[in-house]
């Protein structure tokens, strides 16, 4: 692991001088040193990134088609944004990344004839992260839109693992108490979850993405309004499940 993690960061520096080469060769040098000067900052990131990543990732691969879904949504949006300020190089790389989470879908959805894991989920993971960076890299501001369109995901795994802790639960534990589990414990299909999430992504998230890469002044604001809404829906969500379940089956805290 730290081989990779190591090798990771070595590539991560060659990508650096290779775009400050080819951005302005006058200025290269002192682009790497910027670059090299915010990979501090970026391994904190990603250390965040990873935690939530474990906590939801691992957990949405064990559904049909969502974790794909997911990552062929957000990959696209990263596209997008990539084509908006001029880096086609990214661009590509993030369509690559959606074009692959396609063809993993494809055999994935419900019914699932294959299954991601772990290291699948981990991966993509990682690609997302990459490309956020990278467009970080280039404007911090547009961190944003990027954060918007995972809002669903990063939403569901913060408050979820939120809930936990202040209730005292074991939150380091595996357990079924995200958002897409408590969809199929009340008996609905995983593509039924899948949807709740497609229909997240394409009624609210990629709207207020859109709204915050034209309005440049409206970033952080379309990011709050976003995360403000996520929670209502989730809190709202998760209270009629649970109590819709009770009159089936005790609820167990796990």
């Keep these: 692991d730290a081989a990779v993690k190591s090798l990771a960061a070595a590539l991560a520096l060659i990508g650096f001088r290779v775009s400050a080469v080819y951005g302005d060769a006058a200025g290269a040098d002192s682009q790497f040193r910027d670059a090299v000067a915010r990979l501090p900052h970026l391994a904190m990131l990603r250390t965040a990134f990873r935690g939530r990543a474990i906590h939801t990732d691992g957990w949405a691969a064990q559904l049909d088609g969502l974790l794909s879904q997911q990552g062929m949504f957000v990959a696209c949006g990263l596209a997008v944004i990539?084509?908006?300020?001029?880096?086609?190089?990214?661009?590509?790389?993030?369509?690559?990344?959606?074009?692959?989470?396609?063809?993993?879908?494809?055999?994935n959805?419900?019914?699932?004839?294959?299954?991601?894991?772990?290291?699948g989920s981990g991966a993509i993971g990682l690609l997302l992260f990459a490309l956020k960076a990278m467009?970080?890299?280039?404007?911090?501001?547009?961190?944003?839109?990027?954060?918007?369109l995972s809002s669903a995901f990063v939403t569901d795994a913060s408050l979820t693992l939120l809930l936990r802790m202040t209730g005292g639960r074991r939150w380091y534990t595996a357990h079924?108490?995200?958002?897409?589990?408590?969809?199929?414990?009340?008996?609905?299909?995983?593509?039924?979850?899948?949807?709740?999430?497609?229909?997240?992504?394409?009624?609210?998230?990629?709207?207020?993405?859109t709204l915050a890469l034209a309005k440049p002044g409206m970033w952080l604001l379309a990011c709050i309004v976003t995360y403000w809404v996520a929670a209502a829906v989730w809190l709202a969500a998760k209270r009629r499940l649970i109590r819709r379940d009770r009159y089936k089956v005790r609820h167990v805290h796990t």
């Design 82 to 107: 990539a084509w908006h300020v001029g880096q086609f190089t990214v661009m590509g790389a993030a369509f690559c990344v959606a074009a692959a989470c396609l063809g993993f879908w494809w055999y």
């Design 109 to 119: 959805r419900s019914p699932a004839r294959i299954f991601m894991g772990d290291v």
């Design 135 to 148: 467009l970080w890299r280039l404007n911090e501001a547009l961190v944003w839109p990027a954060l918007i």
């Design 176 to 209: 079924r108490e995200h958002l897409y589990q408590w969809i199929v414990r009340r008996g609905h299909t995983h593509a039924v979850s899948a949807a709740w999430y497609l229909g997240w992504n394409l009624l609210i998230a990629a709207p207020l993405a």
